[in-house]
T-cell receptor, first 114, second 113 residues
Framework: DTAVSQTPKYLVTQMGNDKSIKCEQN?????MYWYKQDSKKFLKIMFS???????INETVPNRFSPKSPDKAHLNLHINSLELGDSAVYFC?????????????FGSGTRLTVV | GNSVTQMEGPVTLSEEAFLTINCTYTATGYPSLFWYVQYPGEGLQLLLK?????DKGSNKGFEATYRKETTSFHLEKGSVQVSDSAVYFCALSKSGGSYIPTFGRGTSLIVHP
Protein backbone atom coordinates (compact mmCIF):
# COMPACT_ATOMS: atom_id res chain seq x y z
CA ASP A 1 0.00 0.00 0.00
CA THR A 2 1.29 3.44 -0.92
CA ALA A 3 1.85 5.52 2.22
CA VAL A 4 1.53 9.00 0.68
CA SER A 5 -0.15 9.11 -2.70
CA GLN A 6 -0.53 12.12 -4.98
CA THR A 7 -2.60 12.53 -8.09
CA PRO A 8 -2.01 13.28 -10.84
CA LYS A 9 1.63 12.36 -11.42
CA TYR A 10 1.90 14.64 -14.44
CA LEU A 11 -0.09 17.76 -15.23
CA VAL A 12 0.34 19.82 -18.39
CA THR A 13 -1.87 22.87 -18.68
CA GLN A 14 -2.11 26.29 -20.28
CA MET A 15 -1.44 29.60 -18.60
CA GLY A 16 -4.48 31.02 -16.89
CA ASN A 17 -6.09 27.68 -16.12
CA ASP A 18 -7.06 26.44 -12.65
CA LYS A 19 -5.90 23.03 -11.48
CA SER A 20 -5.88 20.86 -8.36
CA ILE A 21 -3.49 18.27 -6.95
CA LYS A 22 -4.72 15.74 -4.43
CA CYS A 23 -2.82 14.02 -1.64
CA GLU A 24 -3.78 11.23 0.73
CA GLN A 25 -1.80 9.45 3.45
CA ASN A 26 -2.66 6.18 5.17
CA UNK A 27 -0.01 6.35 7.90
CA UNK A 28 -2.23 7.89 10.57
CA UNK A 29 0.00 10.98 10.67
CA UNK A 30 -1.45 14.21 12.01
CA UNK A 31 0.65 16.68 9.97
CA MET A 32 0.78 17.14 6.20
CA TYR A 33 2.85 19.43 3.97
CA TRP A 34 3.12 20.79 0.45
CA TYR A 35 6.56 21.45 -1.00
CA LYS A 36 7.64 22.94 -4.32
CA GLN A 37 10.86 21.65 -5.90
CA ASP A 38 12.47 23.73 -8.61
CA SER A 39 14.67 22.60 -11.47
CA LYS A 40 17.77 22.85 -9.25
CA LYS A 41 16.18 20.46 -6.73
CA PHE A 42 15.68 23.20 -4.12
CA LEU A 43 12.80 22.29 -1.80
CA LYS A 44 10.58 25.13 -0.63
CA ILE A 45 7.89 24.51 1.95
CA MET A 46 4.57 26.06 1.02
CA PHE A 47 1.98 24.95 3.55
CA SER A 48 1.54 22.66 6.52
CA UNK A 49 -1.58 21.42 8.28
CA UNK A 50 -1.77 19.78 11.69
CA UNK A 51 -5.06 18.01 12.40
CA UNK A 52 -6.76 20.00 9.61
CA UNK A 53 -5.51 23.32 10.99
CA UNK A 54 -3.22 25.48 8.85
CA UNK A 55 0.02 26.02 10.79
CA ILE A 56 2.53 27.02 8.13
CA ASN A 57 1.75 29.40 5.31
CA GLU A 58 4.99 30.54 3.74
CA THR A 59 5.30 33.37 1.26
CA VAL A 60 3.18 31.86 -1.47
CA PRO A 61 0.96 33.76 -3.95
CA ASN A 62 -2.67 33.67 -2.89
CA ARG A 63 -3.43 31.90 -6.17
CA PHE A 64 -2.39 28.80 -4.22
CA SER A 65 -5.02 27.56 -1.79
CA PRO A 66 -4.64 24.39 0.28
CA LYS A 67 -7.56 22.52 1.73
CA SER A 68 -7.57 19.72 4.29
CA PRO A 69 -10.98 18.00 4.53
CA ASP A 70 -9.60 15.60 7.16
CA LYS A 71 -6.19 14.80 8.58
CA ALA A 72 -5.53 12.12 5.95
CA HIS A 73 -6.03 14.45 2.98
CA LEU A 74 -4.40 17.67 1.86
CA ASN A 75 -5.26 19.10 -1.54
CA LEU A 76 -3.69 22.03 -3.39
CA HIS A 77 -5.70 24.24 -5.74
CA ILE A 78 -3.92 26.68 -8.03
CA ASN A 79 -5.76 29.49 -9.80
CA SER A 80 -4.64 31.42 -12.87
CA LEU A 81 -1.58 29.28 -13.52
CA GLU A 82 1.61 31.07 -14.61
CA LEU A 83 4.73 29.81 -16.38
CA GLY A 84 6.73 30.18 -13.14
CA ASP A 85 4.47 27.67 -11.40
CA SER A 86 6.07 24.89 -13.43
CA ALA A 87 7.82 22.64 -10.92
CA VAL A 88 7.45 19.36 -9.09
CA TYR A 89 5.08 19.54 -6.13
CA PHE A 90 5.52 17.10 -3.27
CA CYS A 91 3.10 16.18 -0.55
CA UNK A 92 4.55 14.85 2.72
CA UNK A 93 3.33 13.79 6.13
CA UNK A 94 4.72 13.34 9.62
CA UNK A 95 3.63 12.62 13.15
CA UNK A 96 3.85 15.93 14.97
CA UNK A 97 6.84 18.00 13.84
CA UNK A 98 8.57 14.94 12.39
CA UNK A 99 11.40 15.16 14.92
CA UNK A 100 11.10 11.49 15.95
CA UNK A 101 10.45 9.64 12.70
CA UNK A 102 11.01 12.18 9.95
CA UNK A 103 8.76 12.77 6.97
CA UNK A 104 7.18 10.52 4.37
CA PHE A 105 6.98 12.00 0.88
CA GLY A 106 4.73 11.26 -2.05
CA SER A 107 6.20 10.59 -5.47
CA GLY A 108 5.48 14.09 -6.71
CA THR A 109 3.33 15.86 -9.29
CA ARG A 110 5.22 17.38 -12.21
CA LEU A 111 3.33 20.49 -13.26
CA THR A 112 4.16 22.04 -16.62
CA VAL A 113 2.49 25.30 -17.58
CA VAL A 114 2.66 26.16 -21.28
CA GLY B 1 16.53 30.64 12.75
CA ASN B 2 17.40 27.08 11.81
CA SER B 3 19.52 26.34 8.75
CA VAL B 4 21.27 23.45 7.04
CA THR B 5 24.30 23.83 4.77
CA GLN B 6 25.40 21.08 2.43
CA MET B 7 28.37 20.86 0.14
CA GLU B 8 27.58 21.81 -3.41
CA GLY B 9 27.54 19.14 -6.04
CA PRO B 10 27.69 17.35 -8.20
CA VAL B 11 29.95 14.86 -6.49
CA THR B 12 31.33 12.51 -9.13
CA LEU B 13 32.93 9.21 -8.07
CA SER B 14 33.97 5.91 -9.55
CA GLU B 15 32.29 2.74 -8.34
CA GLU B 16 33.73 1.43 -5.03
CA ALA B 17 35.10 4.85 -4.06
CA PHE B 18 34.61 6.31 -0.56
CA LEU B 19 31.86 8.91 -0.23
CA THR B 20 31.57 11.88 2.10
CA ILE B 21 28.87 14.52 1.77
CA ASN B 22 29.29 17.30 4.31
CA CYS B 23 26.38 18.77 6.25
CA THR B 24 26.46 21.40 8.98
CA TYR B 25 23.54 22.94 10.77
CA THR B 26 22.51 25.93 12.85
CA ALA B 27 19.80 25.44 15.43
CA THR B 28 19.05 26.18 19.05
CA GLY B 29 18.53 23.31 21.42
CA TYR B 30 18.71 19.72 20.28
CA PRO B 31 17.32 19.09 16.83
CA SER B 32 16.88 15.72 15.17
CA LEU B 33 18.96 15.24 12.04
CA PHE B 34 18.12 13.31 8.89
CA TRP B 35 19.48 12.31 5.51
CA TYR B 36 17.03 11.82 2.66
CA VAL B 37 17.73 10.39 -0.79
CA GLN B 38 15.89 11.27 -3.99
CA TYR B 39 16.32 8.94 -6.96
CA PRO B 40 15.50 10.32 -10.42
CA GLY B 41 11.79 10.83 -10.93
CA GLU B 42 10.89 9.89 -7.37
CA GLY B 43 10.06 11.54 -4.06
CA LEU B 44 12.43 11.86 -1.12
CA GLN B 45 12.99 8.77 1.00
CA LEU B 46 14.32 8.75 4.53
CA LEU B 47 17.81 7.23 4.45
CA LEU B 48 18.88 7.54 8.09
CA LYS B 49 18.36 9.65 11.18
CA UNK B 50 19.86 10.59 14.55
CA UNK B 51 17.83 12.16 17.31
CA UNK B 52 20.50 13.06 19.87
CA UNK B 53 24.14 14.00 20.06
CA UNK B 54 26.68 11.22 19.33
CA ASP B 55 23.99 8.98 17.82
CA LYS B 56 25.01 7.24 14.62
CA GLY B 57 22.37 6.64 11.99
CA SER B 58 23.00 3.91 9.43
CA ASN B 59 21.20 2.26 6.54
CA LYS B 60 22.16 0.51 3.28
CA GLY B 61 25.87 0.98 4.03
CA PHE B 62 25.49 4.73 4.64
CA GLU B 63 26.38 6.24 8.03
CA ALA B 64 26.24 9.64 9.69
CA THR B 65 27.13 10.68 13.25
CA TYR B 66 25.43 13.56 15.07
CA ARG B 67 28.31 15.80 16.23
CA LYS B 68 27.00 18.58 18.41
CA GLU B 69 30.46 20.05 19.07
CA THR B 70 30.98 20.69 15.36
CA THR B 71 27.24 20.99 14.52
CA SER B 72 27.73 18.45 11.75
CA PHE B 73 26.05 15.34 10.34
CA HIS B 74 28.27 14.20 7.46
CA LEU B 75 27.09 11.32 5.29
CA GLU B 76 29.61 8.55 4.51
CA LYS B 77 29.70 5.30 2.60
CA GLY B 78 32.72 3.08 2.25
CA SER B 79 32.10 1.81 -1.27
CA VAL B 80 29.56 3.46 -3.56
CA GLN B 81 27.67 1.74 -6.36
CA VAL B 82 26.21 3.09 -9.58
CA SER B 83 22.77 2.58 -8.02
CA ASP B 84 23.64 5.15 -5.32
CA SER B 85 23.49 7.92 -7.94
CA ALA B 86 20.83 10.29 -6.59
CA VAL B 87 20.35 13.62 -4.82
CA TYR B 88 20.98 13.58 -1.07
CA PHE B 89 19.33 16.05 1.33
CA CYS B 90 20.36 16.80 4.90
CA ALA B 91 17.51 18.00 7.13
CA LEU B 92 16.68 18.93 10.68
CA SER B 93 13.55 19.04 12.77
CA LYS B 94 12.73 19.95 16.34
CA SER B 95 10.05 18.63 18.63
CA GLY B 96 7.80 20.78 20.74
CA GLY B 97 8.04 23.86 18.60
CA SER B 98 8.09 25.03 15.02
CA TYR B 99 6.63 22.70 12.46
CA ILE B 100 8.85 24.13 9.73
CA PRO B 101 11.28 21.40 8.70
CA THR B 102 14.63 22.65 7.43
CA PHE B 103 16.21 21.03 4.38
CA GLY B 104 19.58 21.63 2.79
CA ARG B 105 19.79 22.44 -0.91
CA GLY B 106 20.66 18.87 -1.86
CA THR B 107 23.88 17.32 -3.20
CA SER B 108 23.84 15.39 -6.44
CA LEU B 109 25.95 12.20 -6.47
CA ILE B 110 26.99 10.64 -9.77
CA VAL B 111 28.72 7.26 -9.65
CA HIS B 112 30.45 5.97 -12.79
CA PRO B 113 31.09 2.26 -13.46
Amino acid sequence: DTAVSQTPKYLVTQMGNDKSIKCEQNLGHDTMYWYKQDSKKFLKIMFSYNNKELIINETVPNRFSPKSPDKAHLNLHINSLELGDSAVYFCASSQGTGAEEGYTFGSGTRLTVV
Amino acid sequence: GNSVTQMEGPVTLSEEAFLTINCTYTATGYPSLFWYVQYPGEGLQLLLKATKADDKGSNKGFEATYRKETTSFHLEKGSVQVSDSAVYFCALSKSGGSYIPTFGRGTSLIVHP
